[in-house]
């Protein structure tokens, strides 16, 4: 497996999922730099207004960019394979479907935990850039970044296990990027109801801003169980239809 892993390492490196996972986080933190930019001026962010800034990140990201950002980076990596037909070349190797299946599970998850921190060190650094133009440097660095970045790690697991799942089997690249975003926009409906438990596109946005500290506990909890199963039974049916071939 950690053959594979680096089998997949080496193939995008410079790939076009390498450069999405700098280039969305640095757009969200550089937006919300304007944003705070244009509503105050350098000179006129004081204290108060560094929350708004660190909810305005992490909002947009989980909120919106998130989702958006593991359809397209689940595609990149299965869609380099069905673009190429590479997929009985890979399988010539000493692995099985399942393996190859479970390697770019993984590999997709670290991108999201690797988008997730550049965009925390995205946004001090748009702080720190901030504070240099005349802004009050107090509580401009005021942002739990691990706990930050843990929550998403675990609520992304049931959106990266469907997507994963739908862009492996699925060789048109238009239909996983299609349910990210379809998926995404049912956020704005479901998001504020007391049906989000039954949407995994919820769990990150409810487990970062959740005005309750019980749904987010609640958020995590059902992400982690839920992602477990999706992969166990994306897992199951791949094996099944390797015996079956």
Same mark, same amino acid.
């Given at each position: %497996?950690? =053959?594979? &892993?680096?089998?997949? #390492?080496?193939? +995008?490196?410079? @790939?076009?999922? /390498?450069?999405?996972?700098?280039?969305?986080?640095?757009?969200?933190?550089?937006?919300?730099?304007?944003?705070?930019?244009?509503?105050?001026?350098?000179?006129?962010?004081?204290?108060?207004?560094?929350?708004?800034?660190?909810?305005?990140?992490?909002?947009?990201?989980?909120?919106?960019?998130?989702?958006?950002?593991?359809?397209?980076?689940?595609?990149?990596?299965?869609?380099?394979?069905?673009?190429?037909?590479?997929?009985?070349?890979?399988?010539?190797?000493?692995?099985?479907?399942?393996?190859?299946? %479970?390697? =770019?599970? &993984?590999?997709?998850? #670290?991108?999201? +935990?690797?988008? @997730?921190?550049? /965009?925390?060190?995205?946004?001090?650094?748009?702080?720190?850039?901030?504070?240099?133009?005349?802004?009050?440097?107090?509580?401009?660095?005021?942002?739990?970044?691990?706990?930050?970045?843990?929550?998403?790690?675990?609520?992304?697991?049931?959106?990266?296990?469907?997507?994963?799942?739908?862009?492996?089997?699925?060789?048109?690249?238009?239909?996983?990027?299609?349910?990210?975003?379809?998926?995404?926009?049912?956020?704005?409906?479901?998001?504020?109801?007391?049906?989000?438990?039954?949407?995994?596109?919820?769990?990150?946005?409810?487990?970062?801003?959740?005005?309750?500290?019980?749904?987010?506990?609640?958020? /995590?909890?059902?992400?982690?169980?839920?992602?477990?199963?999706?992969?166990?039974?994306?897992?199951?049916?791949?094996?099944?239809?390797?015996?079956?071939?």
């Amino acid at each position: %497996m950690l =053959k594979l &892993l680096s089998v997949e #390492l080496l193939k +995008i490196r410079r @790939s076009l999922a /390498l450069l999405m996972m700098f280039a969305i986080p640095l757009m969200v933190a550089t937006l919300n730099v304007l944003i705070l930019l244009r509503r105050h001026g350098a000179n006129a962010i004081l204290p108060e207004h560094w929350n708004f800034y660190w909810l305005g990140n992490s909002g947009l990201w989980s909120y919106f960019m998130l989702p958006l950002y593991i359809a397209l980076i689940t595609t990149l990596l299965n869609g380099h394979e069905h673009k190429h037909q590479t997929w009985r070349l890979m399988l010539t190797l000493p692995v099985t479907q399942l393996q190859l299946f %479970m390697v =770019k599970g &993984l590999l997709a998850w #670290l991108f999201v +935990i690797g988008a @997730s921190a550049i /965009l925390v060190i995205g946004a001090n650094l748009g702080a720190g850039v901030l504070i240099v133009l005349g802004a009050s440097s107090h509580n401009a660095f005021d942002f739990a970044a691990l706990p930050f970045i843990a929550k998403l790690a675990i609520t992304s697991l049931p959106v990266i296990a469907i997507q994963h799942a739908v862009s492996w089997r699925v060789g048109n690249l238009v239909v996983p990027l299609a349910l990210g975003v379809i998926a995404t926009m049912g956020i704005t409906q479901i998001g504020g109801s007391s049906s989000w438990i039954w949407y995994p596109w919820v769990y990150s946005l409810m487990a970062t801003n959740g005005a309750e500290m019980g749904n987010q506990q609640q958020a /995590l909890w059902l992400a982690a169980a839920v992602g477990t199963v999706l992969f166990a039974a994306s897992a199951w049916y791949l094996g099944r239809r390797e015996v079956e071939h």
